[in-house]
């Protein structure tokens, strides 16, 4: 076979590779609303690159004020520069924001609250992917991928619940990832990262964590239905971004992946729409709780739609950031609390009707057939009291309930 031939094959392979790429363009889908969107907030968790960035701009295009939500400011300003150069629509607001630091985020909600009444979109995208060798940790010593992908997003949404809440309708878009399918969820295991070991190219750090995001909106949109907030979690396909950065694949092994990442990999302008979709269709205005791809609904697998997994992550999430905690105490013991509140109601009848009753002689007694009734119901139900009372004292202070996690056992007790 001569030199032209080799060029016409090479050629015909070129050829067959753009349309194959152009075929799958078509199929990534596109966000297609015009919704504007002046007068909205938006806050954007890692607006100062790849899919964050652009979100940001497309927001702000759309008239928005985003919240541009990064830990470096530097890093922020630079990006609002850049967005400026495109657009001059919207307000962006760059504030300062670590994930991997329970006080910063904290310091964050609070200046975000002072600043904003309301919030309308809430698009939890940061993200991080390191190896799993290095051992990286947040500032509360929690496994990175899992404390800065799920736990801190976790604790953001909940000191942000309120302000979500004051308007007829908003939204919080969890930009999760296909890769939750490759997830596990190890109760004991997942916040210290002790049982981590890579194999081939998948980090399971990061599928676990992502598969934490798919989890928590899951509960999330259950615990918000009603309430005019809609939970949207989403994969943005494959995209060309940094967030690979700390990966310590050499150039050398990446070369004969280049024709796959040609097929499939999407620029940050086609990964982000899915995201975007989920953050202004009005297509989704009656949907909560689904995971979106390509812009459309997708079904989650199995590992997602383990119930137990579900409430077992939202208890352990909000234990360790105490965001959400309050929701917690309140499903877990309703009975007791109602119950208290009917005995409450009851004693102060019972005290209230009897003062009454004996104010001006106390050496009075009186037992009206009323009052008799009252009291039997109250001696009835301090029985009840009493039990539940004791019974939810005793379970709080089981160390059974923190005996299944080695790791949960040291945090508490203090090391
Ligand atoms: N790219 C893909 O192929 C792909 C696929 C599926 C899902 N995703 C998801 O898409 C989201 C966005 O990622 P990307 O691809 O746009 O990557 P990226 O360009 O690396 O953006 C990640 C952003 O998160 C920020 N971030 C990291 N740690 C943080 C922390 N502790 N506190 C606050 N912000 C922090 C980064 O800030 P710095 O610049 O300061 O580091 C950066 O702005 C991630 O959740 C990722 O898991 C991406």
Redesign the pocket.
């Known amino acids: 076979m001569g030199l032209p031939s080799y060029l016409c094959a090479a050629g015909a392979v070129a050829v067959g590779l753009y349309l194959v790429r152009r075929w799958r363009v078509r199929q990534w889908g596109r966000c297609t609303s015009q919704r504007d969107m002046t007068g909205k907030v938006v806050l954007v968790?890692?607006?100062?690159?790849?899919?964050?960035l652009e979100s940001t701009r497309l927001l702000a295009e759309r008239g928005a004020a985003v919240v541009m939500?990064?830990?470096?400011m530097k890093?922020a300003e630079e990006a609002l520069q850049k967005i400026r150069r495109h657009t001059q629509n919207g307000q962006l607001i760059p504030m300062e924001?670590?994930?991997?630091d329970f006080d910063s985020i904290k310091s964050f909600a609070r200046h975000f609250k002072e600043q904003f009444s309301r919030l309308d979109v809430l698009m939890n995208?940061?993200?991080?992917v390191y190896p799993v060798e290095a051992h990286k940790r947040t500032a509360q010593n929690y496994e990175i991928h899992f404390g800065?992908?799920h736990l801190?997003h976790f604790m953001l949404t909940g000191l942000l619940l309120d302000r979500l809440q004051t308007g007829t309708s908003s939204r919080i878009v969890i930009?999760?990832?296909g890769l939750y399918k490759n997830g596990r969820f190890d109760l004991a295991h997942i916040a210290n990262g002790d049982n981590l070991k890579q194999e081939g190219y998948l980090n399971p750090a990061y599928a676990n964590s992502?598969l934490c995001n798919v989890l928590f909106g899951r509960r999330l949109a259950r615990l918000l239905e009603g309430s005019g907030v809609h939970v949207y979690s989403c994969?943005?396909?494959?995209?060309y971004?940094?967030?690979s950065?700390h990966s310590r694949l050499s150039w050398l092994k990446m070369i004969p992946a280049l024709p796959i990442m040609f097929l499939f990999m999407r620029t940050v302008g086609q990964?982000v729409q899915t995201q975007l979709n989920c953050a202004i269709s009005e297509d989704l205005e009656k949907e909560s709780g689904h995971m979106y791809v390509d812009c459309k609904r997708a079904q989650y697998a199995p590992v997602a739609q383990d119930e137990r997994a579900m409430d077992s992550l939202w208890d352990l999430s909000a234990q360790l950031t105490g965001a959400g905690l309050v929701g917690v105490l309140l499903t877990r013991f309703r009975a007791t609390l109602a119950l208290n509140a009917v005995y409450l109601a009851l004693s102060v009848g019972l005290h209230s009707w009897s003062l009454d009753r004996q104010w001006a002689d106390p050496y009075l007694v009186v037992w009206t057939p009323g009052l008799l009734a009252l009291y039997a119901v109250h001696r009835i139900v301090s029985v009840l009291h009493y039990y539940f009372y004791k019974r939810t004292a005793l379970e709080l202070c089981d160390p059974e309930l923190y005996e299944d996690s080695p790791w949960l056992q040291k945090y508490l007790h203090g090391s």
């Open positions: 968790t890692g607006a100062n690159s790849g899919l964050g939500a990064c830990r470096d890093k924001l670590d994930l991997a995208n940061a993200g991080v800065v992908n801190g930009v999760a990832s992502k994969c943005p396909g494959w995209v971004t940094g967030l950065r990964g």
